[in-house]
């Protein structure tokens, strides 16, 4: 008897993120077909040809975290995303003999064999299903069969969270546009903080039992912090030098404002309890909090600010302190680090994500040097904060 689509796809749904849905479903495959040990889902970012791993799931617990790949260093699938097949491999260890990350891990973790089924959307690639077994020859067409089902309920859900994630950035960036923040903050600063807070979540994902899933998300937000600017009138937003205080207070219910911007567009995509919703709101929410209690809106103290929020404020401060701005010089490395470190000191920043940023020396410089800001300084910046 067929797997009941209906029925999975509502028992998958019963789950916040995707990586649960993945295992939900994963639970019911092996109660069927206990051969079945993992299944994995590779997303593919097509404007760098890039594949990253997002969720899986496992007997074992066992997992390949934080791998990425270009999709042209690794023909096999190249083809299969051209043909727009699944494909079989009964024997891992004659087939993959091409040695990669993920060759090796699969043959170092015993598997055996696998099937594997590229996700569109429309006619685009968009991902990978990877199931894979430590038993040779255990894709029979029998197998494969009920597999096709669970491929298609896990690729209707990821294209549909993928489409709500990017409705709900581009919906933020929209807003971004209309209150002009292109004049406050250069789009190399949003992206060069972004790229730090990957950094510095995929550096402690391990101890802290991050997920691809919300690592993915985090880099997608992390831009988004400021979106309640909107609200902020020009003469304040814009204004060069200084603010009184009268004028930061204002400034300061940028937060509040945001958080507001931020559950109407969450709520209007019916995703309230959503994964990539809650990670936005936290950033959204928590960005200016500093673990001493001195930050806004709500003086929270360090353990009790969303790590993301602790991450991209790190990412924010690096950025700020060691890029150009109309009214200051870029710091230099020595100072930037010493700098994070007093303030880490001081409780403000988390220290094990000032230090994982430190850490990361060389991929920190290629990020500041590839997303230079050239010609897009702005004019004018408020020093608000």
């Given at each position: 008897?067929?797997f ?5 796809k509502?028992?998958?749904m019963s ?6 849905r993945?295992a ?8 069927r077909?206990?051969?079945?040990n993992?299944?994995a ?7 760098k040809?890039?594949?990253?791993t997002?969720?899986s799931?496992?007997d074992?617990?066992q ?14 699938l ?6 727009h ?5 009964d ?5 993959l003999?091409?040695?990669s ?9 015993s598997?055996?064999?696998?099937y594997?089924v590229?996700v ?12 894979d077994?430590r038993?040779?020859?255990a ?28 409705t ?12 002009r923040?292109?004049?406050?903050e250069?789009?190399a ?7 730090y807070s990957r950094l ?5 994902a391990d101890?802290l ?6 690592i ?5 937000f992390a831009?988004l912090?400021d ?9 304040i937003l814009?204004?060069p ?8 207070r204002c400034?300061?219910?940028h937060v509040?404002?945001?958080?507001q911007l ?14 990539a ?5 936290n950033v959204v929410?928590h960005h200016?909090e ?12 360090l353990d ?14 690096y950025d ?10 870029a710091w230099?490395?020595a100072?930037?680090?010493a700098e994070l470190?007093r ?8 220290a ?7 850490a990361?020396e060389a991929?920190?410089t290629?990020?500041?040097e590839a997303l230079?800001d ?12």
């Amino acid at each position: 008897m067929p797997f009941d689509s209906l029925v999975l796809k509502n028992i998958a749904m019963s789950r916040s993120d995707m990586t649960g849905r993945l295992a939900g479903l994963h639970d019911i495959v092996r109660a069927r077909h206990p051969a079945v040990n993992r299944i994995a889902l590779v997303l593919y970012e097509p404007a760098k040809d890039l594949l990253r791993t997002f969720a899986s799931s496992s007997d074992d617990g066992q997992a390949l975290r934080h791998y990425e790949a270009h999709l042209a260093a690794v023909p096999s699938l190249r083809a299969l995303a051209a043909e727009h097949i699944p494909r079989v491999i009964d024997n891992l260890d004659l087939s993959l003999r091409e040695p990669s990350v993920h060759s090796l891990w699969l043959k170092a973790q015993s598997y055996q064999s696998s099937y594997t089924v590229p996700v569109y959307a429309g006619k685009r690639l968009s991902a990978f299903l990877f199931f894979d077994s430590r038993q040779a020859a255990a894709f029979t067409p029998d197998v494969t069969t009920d597999l096709d089902v669970i491929a298609d309920i896990l690729a209707q859900l990821y294209v549909l969270r993928m489409a709500a994630v990017n409705t709900l950035v581009g919906a933020v960036d929209v807003a971004k546009g209309l209150a002009r923040m292109r004049d406050v903050e250069t789009g190399a600063h949003l992206e060069r903080m972004a790229s730090y807070s990957r950094l510095i979540a995929v550096a402690l994902a391990d101890s802290l039992g991050l997920s691809d899933e919300f690592i993915e998300y985090l880099h997608l937000f992390a831009p988004l912090h400021d979106i309640g600017k909107v609200g902020i009138p020009d003469r304040i937003l814009l204004k060069p030098g200084k603010l009184d205080d009268e004028e930061r207070r204002c400034m300061q219910q940028h937060v509040p404002v945001g958080v507001q911007l931020a559950r109407n567009i969450v709520s209007d995509l019916g995703i309230d309890n959503d994964l990539a919703a809650s990670v936005m709101l936290n950033v959204v929410a928590h960005h200016h909090e500093r673990g001493d209690g001195s930050g806004y809106p709500q003086g929270l103290m360090l353990d009790d600010i969303p790590i993301e929020a602790r991450i991209v404020a790190v990412a924010d401060v690096y950025d700020a302190i060691s890029s150009t701005r109309p009214y200051k010089r870029a710091w230099s490395e020595a100072e930037c680090v010493a700098e994070l470190r007093r303030e880490a000191a001081l409780n403000r920043l988390d220290a094990r994500c000032v230090e994982a940023l430190i850490a990361a020396e060389a991929e920190r410089t290629h990020i500041r040097e590839a997303l230079s800001d050239g010609d897009d300084l702005p004019a004018t910046l408020a020093t608000s904060g």
